[in-house]
């Protein structure tokens, strides 16, 4: 299938290098700018600055790779309503259109139409929009948007998809590998807290995470939200074509060989390996869980007919119980690998 | 202490962890820590450990967290978990050879939940 990967900056100069030295299955780059002037919904690596941006960029077009910036922050507290708010994000966004961007991800629907009005840069709504239903998406084609990323919760909503695709002319993105939970009760608080963290000061210096903590502590109690979690398989995309052939990798907060494996991986549409070495988030569980992806070969089926309503259904459930595997004593010379379903209530060895 | 000693005593304390509440768990981070105040000791940063499971098997997680005390040769007179304030999420235990200073901080406060952030396992109270 022939299709636009776009995929995170590594966060430095030499590993944007790296990255395009080693793979020729990048369509554009994407990365966030400077947190002082719009923030952006997640962690990165880099805060680049204009001067900087404008060698990432002069360096990606030499290479035929667009460059996008992600000024998606889902919460500014208002301050792009102001004079002042707007004279800088103003001035900010000028600069981005002098130093030739491609695009911009934006997530606040002023943003989106002040950007269409008085910007030659293409705009482009950010997942953290939450396009989940044609009616929203006409709204955003209709202030302006050139391309929409459709919220990941309707991923494997055909019927939702579809429709978007009918209701809009404009270029449609899929976040792939985002790893989030289904309908994650922490997505709006937790996108808004991280836009203050990576946004315009003053900034929160917090000590915990809670949403973090909660999502991890949530999925080591219950893998199957792992499968439920609304994630493209490399080997799934193929299901896509009459949507989009535009893929969005996540993963700005990866290093260089995390990407690029996943990049392959979604080039190739086939990954032999553990699902979670392709997931986003959370990063972490990379050492508790082993899913092996080949094993979810033909899942797509069950998902397109059921991925709503997961109490009446059960086959995550029942299928993490199948596959699922949980490393024992990981980094020892006894690591190995055991069963999840073995290890669960077993209680107090007396 | 040598790194292999360290991933295994890591690995040890999440098994004993796992198999105590019957499910999985994380230790994502074992440090060993010194402090400029005196104080030293380690911290086990955990995943999927909450304080229902604390409250229930304190008395186990105590033996086991003696037992990485043992392996990474720290004393387990204070033993407390760092939980974030106003939830069940535990987001460390921590075994702390205190200082004298922070001992007489800790040593005047009374109860379990002396902050909302911390819950104690045991202090072992000083002679004068």
């Known amino acids: 299938m022939n299709k ?13 290098q790296q990255m395009l030295e080693s793979s020729k299955d990048i369509y554009s780059i994407y990365m966030a700018g400077s947190p002082d002037y719009i923030g952006t919904g997640r962690v990165n690596l880099g805060h680049a600055g204009l ?18 910036m992600v000024l998606n922050s889902s919460c500014m507290g208002g301050q792009q309503l102001t004079t002042e708010g707007y004279n800088l994000i103003h001035w900010y966004i000028s600069n981005l259109e002098d130093i030739g961007v491609d695009t911009v991800v934006v997530a606040d629907p002023y943003l989106i139409e002040m950007i269409a009005n008085e910007f030659n840069i293409p705009v482009v709504v950010s997942v953290l929009a939450f396009v989940d239903s044609s009616q929203k998406a006409e709204f955003f084609e209709q202030l302006g ?27 449609l993105k899929l976040l792939v590998n985002e790893g989030c939970l289904y309908r994650c009760p922490f997505r709006y608080a937790h996108f808004n807290f991280f836009s203050h963290v990576n946004g315009p000061p003053p900034r929160p210096n917090v000590q915990d995470d809670y949403y973090y903590h909660k999502c991890l502590t949530l999925r080591i109690n219950d893998p199957s939200l792992i499968l439920k979690s609304p994630f493209i398989r490399p080997e799934d995309l193929k299901e896509y074509a009459h949507i989009t052939d535009v893929f969005k990798i996540g993963g700005r907060s990866h290093f260089i060989n995390w990407i690029l494996n996943c990049v392959n991986a979604y080039a190739d549409e ?15 569980l990379i050492d508790l869980f082993n899913i092996p992806n080949k094993a979810l070969d033909g899942a797509i089926e069950q998902w397109k007919k059921h991925s709503t309503v997961c109490h009446t259904c059960g086959y995550c459930q029942r299928k993490i119980s199948e596959i699922a595997q949980v490393y024992d004593h990981k980094g020892t010379i006894d690591e190995k690998l055991v069963q999840w379903n073995t290890i669960t209530n077993k209680g107090i060895e007396t | 202490m040598k790194p292999e ?15 105590l509440i019957g499910r999985a768990v994380m230790v994502i981070e074992l440090d060993i820590f010194a402090l400029p105040c ?86 072992n109270k000083r002679r004068k």
């Open chain 1, 51 to 68: 001067e900087e941006v404008a060698r990432h960029t002069e360096y990606c077009h030499s290479n035929n790779v667009k460059i996008e």
């Open chain 1, 4 to 16: 636009k990967l776009y995929v995170p900056h590594p966060g430095h100069f030499d590993g944007l």
């Open chain 1, 270 to 284: 086939s990954y032999d390996g553990n699902l979670m070495d392709l997931m986003d988030c959370p990063k972490d």
């Open chain 2, 5 to 19: 000693e360290l991933l295994k005593t890591r690995a040890d304390l999440e098994d004993g962890i796992k198999r």
């Open chain 1, 145 to 171: 948007a050139s391309s929409i990323v459709i919220d990941s919760n309707v991923n494997r909503h055909f019927d939702v998809l579809e429709a978007i695709r009918d209701a809009v002319d404009c270029e």
């Open chain 2, 38 to 123: 005196g104080c030293s000791g380690y911290t086990a940063n955990l995943r999927g450990f909450q304080v229902d499971d604390l409250e229930v098997f304190e008395e186990h997680i105590l033996k086991l967290l003696e037992s990485t005390s043992e392996a990474v040769g720290s004393p387990s007179d204070f033993v407390f978990a760092r939980i974030i304030p106003g939830t069940q999420e535990i987001a460390s235990v921590n075994v702390r050879n205190l200082c004298p200073r922070c001992y007489s901080d800790f040593a005047s406060t009374s109860g379990k939940r002396p902050r909302p952030d911390i819950y104690i396992l045991r202090l």
